[in-house]
């Protein structure tokens, strides 16, 4: 087929995701290698949003392919109660690389249902049946991970379910208290937390859900203390931990998970995108010794046809022995800081950049109309005039894929992008942006 059969025949028959659908306008992708996508025309970009952040090792990765093409030989699928051998290999592969109070998982297809098992497993474990979450935070849009969602693309799915409760979420940059020190702002935000806590009835809340490092809403990074704090607050009424750890996980920040950079351990842990980087889709939960126990006599009532599917545990196994092969993390921290010494430069020149906000290979750059005011290029939740998307229609017509979200540009290439590649692709973005300040 030509480019404009396929997108023709695509917008004929396909719903796009988060989108009017009369005037769309998608990319023809007709090949993938590496951190680089080619268009129908044989144009070249540069994939610096690892698609949804979650093409860590890039596009066309062999040791993956090959996986998959063994175990297809083998068999493709069996039932999740049948032990078989990717399943359980990779089951235990994920839970060494988990804190040492981890103890089993439970896998889905992808990030939305590992939420809303997490959140399924903290309520049959606990008896109790509120969850909290926070407003500036995205854990997938199915109808419970929806409602789990505090952001804009959480309002299909109101009026919510009974229980589900949302809090503010530590966004210093925005905040309208301003503090002496992290340690301040974890105070204040603790004692809020604490206090919602107590206001709810702490008997009836079953978890606090959180993205361990807040992703697509434009990677807030907890204070100093914070995630601790939660931890505190959490033993002390007897609810569970879960961190979301779909996006953030599985090297993206610089460690294997971003709990890791704050010192705690989760009760439960929910994971996907980066254990095998959509080579073939697979979610998971992982939960405590304690709660893996407590189902020994309990039923575990969670199932899904594809748990733990054989192709997809196949990938992950590759995916996972491909990190270690290739000491990624090393890599990550390497590129990491040059990124964010890119971006520090960036924020000092332009104009239209308010705050930048980068940990490994994961960052947000987010535009301001004003610097001093601090007013965002667009309204929360509304972008009338349509300036983000011209902004990354510009973008990706220079040769950088990668989206935004409200009034931020997500930055967060492959994991295994060269120095040379990163430098190149944050040139192109530099001069987007001095255009933009021009607009402003
Ligand atoms: N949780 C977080 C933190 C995410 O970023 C996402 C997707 O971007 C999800 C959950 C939902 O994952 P999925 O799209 O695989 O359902």
Same mark, same amino acid.
């Given at each position: 087929m030509t480019g404009a059969e396929i997108k023709e025949m695509d917008l004929a028959y396909n719903l796009h995701s988060w989108a009017k659908q009369g005037n769309l306008d998608p990319l023809v992708i007709t090949k993938a290698d590496g951190i680089y996508l080619w268009d129908a025309d044989g144009k070249q970009y540069m994939d610096m949003s690892s698609e949804l952040v979650n093409s860590n090792v890039g596009h066309g990765n062999q040791d993956?392919?090959?996986?998959?093409? =063994?175990?297809?030989?083998?068999?493709?699928?069996? #039932?999740?109660?049948?032990?078989?051998?990717? +399943?359980?290999?990779?089951?235990?592969?994920?839970?060494?690389?988990?804190?040492?109070?981890?103890?089993?998982?439970?896998?889905?297809?992808?990030?939305?249902?590992?939420? =809303?098992? @997490?959140?399924?497993?903290? +309520?049959?474990?606990? +008896? +109790?049946?509120?969850?909290?979450?926070?407003?500036r935070s995205y854990h997938g849009s199915s109808f419970g991970a929806g409602n789990v969602s505090g952001e804009p693309r959480r309002y299909a799915v109101e009026p919510g379910i009974p229980g589900f409760i949302k809090f503010f979420d530590p966004y210093l940059y925005r905040e309208a208290v301003s503090f002496d020190s992290e340690e301040e702002?974890?105070?204040f935000y603790m004692t809020k937390l604490r206090e919602q806590v107590i206001y709810e009835n702490p008997d009836t809340i079953a978890a606090i859900i959180l993205e361990t490092i807040t992703g697509s809403n434009g990677i807030i990074i907890p204070p100093k203390g914070y995630l601790q704090g939660v931890r505190k607050i959490c033993d002390e009424f007897g609810i569970m931990m879960i961190c979301d =750890?779909?996006? @953030?996980?599985?090297?993206?920040?610089?460690?294997?998970?971003?709990?890791?950079?704050?010192?705690?351990?989760?009760?439960?842990? #929910?994971?996907?995108?980066?254990?095998?980087?959509?080579?073939?889709? %697979?979610?998971?939960?992982?939960? #405590?010794k304690k709660i893996s126990a407590f189902f020994d006599d309990h039923v575990l009532s969670c199932g899904l046809t594809y748990s733990g599917h054989p192709l997809a545990c196949a990938a992950g196994i590759a995916c996972l022995n491909y990190y270690d092969k290739t000491h990624i993390l090393d890599h990550v921290n390497e590129m990491g800081k040059i990124l964010g010494d890119i971006e520090e430069g960036m924020k000092a020149k332009h104009a239209c950049i308010g705050d930048v906000r980068y940990i490994g290979l994961w960052s947000a750059l987010e535009l301001v109309k004003d610097k001093t005011t601090k007013e965002p290029m667009?309204?929360?939740?509304?972008?009338? =005039?349509?300036?983000?998307?011209?902004?990354?229609?510009? %973008?990706? #017509?220079?040769?950088?894929?990668?989206y935004s979200h409200e009034n931020m540009i997500i930055v967060a290439p492959p994991l295994i992008i060269t120095e040379e590649q990163l430098r190149k692709a944050m040139t192109i973005l530099d001069e987007v942006l001095t255009e933009v300040d021009k607009m402003i």
């Amino acid at each position: 087929m030509t480019g404009a059969e396929i997108k023709e025949m695509d917008l004929a028959y396909n719903l796009h995701s988060w989108a009017k659908q009369g005037n769309l306008d998608p990319l023809v992708i007709t090949k993938a290698d590496g951190i680089y996508l080619w268009d129908a025309d044989g144009k070249q970009y540069m994939d610096m949003s690892s698609e949804l952040v979650n093409s860590n090792v890039g596009h066309g990765n062999q040791d993956i392919i090959q996986a998959i093409k =063994e175990q297809a030989d083998k068999f493709c699928f069996l #039932s999740p109660a049948f032990a078989v051998e990717p +399943r359980a290999k990779l089951a235990k592969m994920v839970i060494d690389r988990m804190p040492d109070n981890m103890g089993k998982v439970f896998f889905t297809n992808g990030g939305a249902d590992a939420n =809303e098992n @997490a959140v399924k497993i903290a +309520r049959l474990y606990t +008896r +109790r049946y509120k969850i909290m979450s926070r407003y500036r935070s995205y854990h997938g849009s199915s109808f419970g991970a929806g409602n789990v969602s505090g952001e804009p693309r959480r309002y299909a799915v109101e009026p919510g379910i009974p229980g589900f409760i949302k809090f503010f979420d530590p966004y210093l940059y925005r905040e309208a208290v301003s503090f002496d020190s992290e340690e301040e702002a974890t105070k204040f935000y603790m004692t809020k937390l604490r206090e919602q806590v107590i206001y709810e009835n702490p008997d009836t809340i079953a978890a606090i859900i959180l993205e361990t490092i807040t992703g697509s809403n434009g990677i807030i990074i907890p204070p100093k203390g914070y995630l601790q704090g939660v931890r505190k607050i959490c033993d002390e009424f007897g609810i569970m931990m879960i961190c979301d =750890e779909v996006m @953030a996980g599985w090297c993206r920040t610089g460690k294997m998970f971003a709990f890791e950079h704050f010192n705690v351990k989760p009760d439960i842990v #929910s994971f996907a995108k980066g254990i095998t980087c959509g080579y073939i889709q %697979l979610g998971g939960v992982a939960v #405590s010794k304690k709660i893996s126990a407590f189902f020994d006599d309990h039923v575990l009532s969670c199932g899904l046809t594809y748990s733990g599917h054989p192709l997809a545990c196949a990938a992950g196994i590759a995916c996972l022995n491909y990190y270690d092969k290739t000491h990624i993390l090393d890599h990550v921290n390497e590129m990491g800081k040059i990124l964010g010494d890119i971006e520090e430069g960036m924020k000092a020149k332009h104009a239209c950049i308010g705050d930048v906000r980068y940990i490994g290979l994961w960052s947000a750059l987010e535009l301001v109309k004003d610097k001093t005011t601090k007013e965002p290029m667009v309204p929360f939740g509304r972008d009338p =005039e349509g300036i983000m998307p011209k902004i990354i229609k510009t %973008l990706i #017509s220079k040769g950088f894929y990668t989206y935004s979200h409200e009034n931020m540009i997500i930055v967060a290439p492959p994991l295994i992008i060269t120095e040379e590649q990163l430098r190149k692709a944050m040139t192109i973005l530099d001069e987007v942006l001095t255009e933009v300040d021009k607009m402003i």
